[in-house]
């Protein structure tokens, strides 16, 4: 059986230049990074067609070591939708590299759903991740130059500032560090540490905005800390977003790729979903609905994460309206949360498969709350029995849930066109049935409830002192209408990993609030999460290789 990668460098890739013809785009609108990739202007985006156009949310089950397929299961039914005659795209984040040399190996899809050129698409791409990079730390270098001056000072309080840097790669080491030693020429010392790039308030400001005007703005908007006289800092009192800006000028453009099978394909922006808010851009999805009659993309993780954040951020703030929901569901997954060991999910085990039925039930519940019925995606493995495919079939008949068995994977485009009629029935029955959990008007704490009693199950909620101060301290600020992007776990419903299948009557503890005010949403961190990943054990940087004739081997 190949690889990924072999299959992806086996494909027989087309111009990129072909492609956007595909969607009426001349070469003199493209702007080229090589043969197979390009940046497209903002000017291609239609708001009337966006209006018009049918958008579909891939989302899945709790994740478990086993893996679920999100975006496998995305490119393949874009792929089914166009063979059965649609016009349609996938937007997608684009990988961290953090995750590509650390746990995943590569984050492109799989088998024969892919997006390609694969390596470019997983190492550096069009250097937008790298952009964000550059822009946040500019902002960290202004910051603590700025407290270095005696003539310009702004008197920042260094205590108060929690803009750290950022890099894109899993580095725990840097989690917490201290700057500024060796001197009065080499800054003034302060506690401070590193997040991952895809954590950065800068890229979930770009995935955001609206414009490159709107990015500036918001930009401008970050807030920085106080002074010692207890006044407001923001990165506009450094006069830090026009060069910021600057550097993000191309980052904002999306990119187009394409499929193994040669549909269009648009990569931007990459938060993850269990610290920001786990979509590409509005901007990107704006794109892809102006091109084309669908679109499919997806959120991070599982439905109380990234589908949440895709309702209640992305499409509240965006002015978008979802047609459909997909929930992609693996046997393998729902017998672990059933209680099976990981070794043992080749097995058949029914049982297990029933009792890890309530996970799935609940993020089907969730969907409820936004106004869909979703589509549920058997994403196909070898180790599924007919037993098994059956139980869950029928699981969900019970339901009265649409269900389609997914072979993307193996098939491509012919392995989903179940799931892309279903898709297409479901989103004629749904032309406006989306509705927000909540809205900007309500309390931050009405907000927090709504998210962590409905999407996670939780019984209530638990602030720590330090929490509800600076809960304060962000409404004393007159920023009181923003949303809500709660950082936890992806391990588990609720804000312990440890907790399979569905918890219940459970508490979810708030023992931190962040300020992203150029994002436009607080960030209230729920258990131990972590905004700077470590590597495992066995990091997938010890597998990815090069040959002598120059091609990659080692992504997955």
Same mark, same amino acid.
């Given at each position: 059986m190949k690889s990924d990668i072999e299959i992806a460098q086996a494909a027989k890739i087309q111009p990129i230049v072909t492609i956007a013809k595909q969607l009426g785009i001349q070469e003199d609108d493209l702007e080229l990074y090589g043969k197979y990739k390009a940046k497209l202007p903002l000017k291609l985006i239609d708001e009337e067609k966006v209006k018009k156009g049918r958008l579909i949310l891939v989302t899945a089950i709790t994740p478990t070591p086993a893996g679920e397929g999100k975006t496998t299961t995305?490119?393949?039914?874009?792929?089914?939708?166009?063979?059965?005659?649609?016009?349609?795209?996938?937007?997608?984040?684009?990988?961290?590299?953090?995750?590509?040399?650390?746990?995943?190996?590569?984050?492109?899809?799989?088998g024969n759903s892919q997006v390609i050129p694969m390596e470019d698409i997983n190492l550096h791409f069009t250097g937008d991740i790298s952009a964000v990079e550059k822009a946040h730390n500019l902002l960290a270098a202004l910051i603590d130059n700025n407290i270095q001056l005696k003539e310009g000072n702004l008197g920042i309080d260094p205590r108060t500032v929690e803009w750290k840097r950022v890099m894109d790669m899993n580095e725990r080491s840097l989690r917490d560090i201290v700057i500024g030693l060796g001197g009065q020429k080499q800054?003034?010392?302060?506690?401070?540490?590193?997040?991952?790039? $895809?954590?950065?308030?800068?890229?979930?400001?770009?995935?955001?905005?609206? #414009? =490159?005007?709107?990015?500036?703005n918001r930009l401008g908007n970050i807030f920085i800390g106080y002074t010692y006289d207890d006044k407001p800092i923001f990165a506009r009192d450094?006069?830090?977003?026009?060069?910021?800006?600057?550097?993000l000028k191309d980052a904002i453009k999306p990119n187009l790729v394409q499929t193994l099978e040669g549909n269009p394909a648009i990569i931007h922006g990459g938060p993850f979903a269990n610290i920001a808010q786990g979509t590409n851009t509005i901007i990107a999805t704006k794109m892809g609905l102006s091109l084309t009659d669908y679109v499919v993309t997806e959120a991070g993780f599982a439905s109380e994460l990234g589908a949440e954040k895709f309702f209640n951020i992305k499409s509240q703030g965006g002015d978008l309206m979802p047609n459909a929901v997909v929930i992609v569901a693996t046997i393998r997954a729902l017998k672990y949360h059933g209680g099976?060991?990981?070794?043992?999910? $080749?097995?058949e085990n029914v049982k297990a498969l029933e009792i890890g039925?309530? #996970? =799935?039930?609940?993020?089907?519940?969730?969907?409820?709350?936004?106004?869909?019925?979703?589509?549920?995606?058997?994403n196909k493995f070898d180790s599924d029995t007919v037993a098994e495919i059956e139980l869950l079939k029928k699981h969900?008949?019970?339901?009265?849930?649409?269900?389609?068995?997914?072979?993307?994977?193996?098939?491509?485009?012919?392995?989903a066109t179940d799931l892309a009629e279903k898709v297409v029935a479901a989103v004629s029955d749904c032309?406006?049935?989306?509705?927000?959990l909540y809205f900007p008007e309500w309390s931050y704490e009405e907000k927090i409830e709504a998210i962590a009693t409905k999407m996670y199950g939780a019984k209530n909620v638990e602030y720590s002192i330090e929490a509800k101060n600076q809960l304060k301290k962000i409404n004393a600020l007159g920023l009181t209408n923003l949303a809500v992007c709660i950082a936890k776990t992806q391990k588990s419903l609720s804000d312990d990993q440890y907790k399979k299948n569905r918890p219940r009557d459970f508490t979810v503890k708030i023992r931190e609030i962040e300020l992203s005010s150029g994002a436009g949403f607080i960030v209230p961190i729920a258990g131990t999460i972590m905004r700077m990943p470590g590597l495992p054990s066995i990091p997938s940087a010890e597998k990815i290789d090069i040959d002598e004739h120059g091609n990659i081997i080692g992504l997955f």
């Open positions: 995305s490119i393949g039914l874009t792929q089914a939708l166009n063979k059965i005659g649609k016009k349609a795209m996938v937007v997608l984040r684009e990988p961290s590299l953090g995750p590509v040399f650390g746990i995943k190996g590569g984050a492109a899809g799989g800054g003034v010392p302060r506690e401070t540490g590193f997040n991952i790039t $895809a954590a950065s308030e800068v890229m979930a400001t770009l995935c955001v905005s609206q #414009n =490159l005007q709107d990015l500036k450094l006069k830090a977003q026009g060069a910021m800006t600057v550097l099976a060991k990981l070794a043992d999910l $080749a097995k039925f309530d #996970n =799935l039930d609940k993020h089907i519940e969730n969907m409820s709350y936004y106004g869909f019925k979703p589509v549920v995606a058997i969900c008949d019970t339901l009265g849930i649409t269900v389609a068995l997914n072979d993307a994977w193996a098939k491509g485009g012919d392995g032309p406006s049935c989306f509705k927000p």
